[in-house]
């Protein structure tokens, strides 16, 4: 059984940076993507930053060149490191993961979307930004 747990929300003031970390336990397999995604006032669950199993990233159009998720796979983590915050980045974000996932552009767009017990999703963190 997988499960994620996600850590390092807060509060910042916009041009601040926040790290946030997601921690991995149990077997994903060999091919498999994770990212990060966050969720702000409205239904929508919005897909931030991700990366699959050779190590290619993709992120979201807001979120370019300000964020960065890598990950150390010997201590089996998660991370988004988010600079230049802004107040429109305040949302609830959540880590998510696949197993049996190749490529991390597809796996950004439509993992919201997925349903059943391979689609693996941590507890949330809060991120607030303000002004």
């Known amino acids: 059984q997988v499960q994620l747990a996600e850590s390092g929300g807060g509060s910042v003031q916009a041009g601040g940076s926040l790290r946030l970390a997601c921690v991995v336990s149990?077997?994903?397999?060999?091919?498999?993507?994770m990212g990060w995604f966050r969720q702000g006032s409205g239904p929508v669950r919005e897909g931030v930053a991700a990366i699959d199993s050779d190590g290619i990233t993709t992120y979201g159009r807001s979120v370019r060149g300000r964020f960065t998720i890598s990950k150390d796979n010997g201590k089996r983590i998660l991370y988004l490191q988010m600079n230049n915050l802004k107040r429109e980045d305040t949302a609830v974000y959540y880590c998510g993961a696949e197993p049996a996932c190749e490529y991390s552009d597809y796996f950004l767009s439509n993992f919201p979307d997925v349903r059943g017990p391979t689609a693996y999703w941590g507890q949330g963190t809060q991120v607030t930004v303000s002004e």
């Open positions: 149990g077997a994903l397999g060999r091919h498999h993507c």
